[in-house]
């Protein structure tokens, strides 16, 4: 995919600038974002827990998978538009042209470490969550695909969608839109998998937020 410069907008992006910094600009407080850290990691892991041990209270297929899809959408919603601005200074996202095209935005926000308030605690909590949920669903896609229990497999694979997009989406903010990260086949697969998962959630206005300071379009 070709990527271009786009304008920054208008985004305010509440880092906390009251905050103290300490030698590596890393806030000094262990945990500058206590809440939004504690739900990052508790959406994700409710709906690990729900998958794995709703059968030992309940046997209704129908109530865990709601139940599962429930905490992935809110897991979403909160990992691409709060957790990941806050704790480490990224977001994607994406908007159509004027010529109908649809575009997708990777940004990361860089610049001297006195400019920016990145906790590294909540970085290392961040990025363990953003990787690992979407490994152990892929797991349990593999048990469910050669257990024949198809319909476990259909609740899986919105998982991996809902996960692995915002993973996605941070791989290509952290290392640029024109790192070589994938063949353009998987891209293409990446993107669709993007696209699937946005239109399960209502896109958010970013109009009431400050820019980060590098700006790419996939």
């Not at 030698?23 to 504690?38: A, E, I, M």
């Not at 010529?99 to 961040?126: M, T």
């Not at 198809?150 to 692995?164: D, E, P, Q, R, T």
């Not at 997009?165 to 839109?177: E, R």
Request: aromatic residues 16%; charged residues 15%; contains cysteine.
């Amino acid at each position: 995919m070709a990527s271009a410069t786009v304008p920054l907008l208008d985004d305010t992006v509440p880092f906390g600038d009251e905050e103290d910094l300490n030698q590596n600009g890393s806030t000094s407080k262990r945990l500058s974002h206590p809440y939004v850290t504690f739900f990052h990691v508790f959406f994700r892991g409710a709906a690990l827990a729900t998958y794995l041990f709703w059968g030992l209270f309940n046997d209704s297929f129908i109530k865990c998978f709601l139940l599962v899809v429930f905490w992935l959408s809110a897991d979403f919603y909160l990992v691409k538009n709060l957790s990941g601005r806050l704790l480490v200074g990224m977001r994607w996202w994406n908007y159509v042209s004027d010529d109908g095209r649809s575009h997708w935005v990777f940004e990361s926000r860089k610049g001297d470490p006195s400019e920016i308030r990145i906790n590294a605690h909540e970085a290392r909590i961040f990025w363990t969550a953003l990787v690992v949920c979407p490994v152990l669903w892929a797991l349990f896609f593999v048990v469910a695909l050669f257990g024949f229990k198809f319909k476990w497999m259909l609740l899986v694979m919105i998982a991996l969608s809902l996960n692995g997009a915002n993973l996605y989406g941070y791989i290509k903010c952290n290392f640029g839109a024109s790192a070589n990260l994938s063949t353009t086949t998987t891209d293409f697969v990446k993107s669709q998998m993007l696209k699937n998962a946005v239109n399960l959630m209502t896109q958010p206005s970013s109009s009431n937020s400050q820019a980060p300071k590098t700006t790419t379009v996939a």
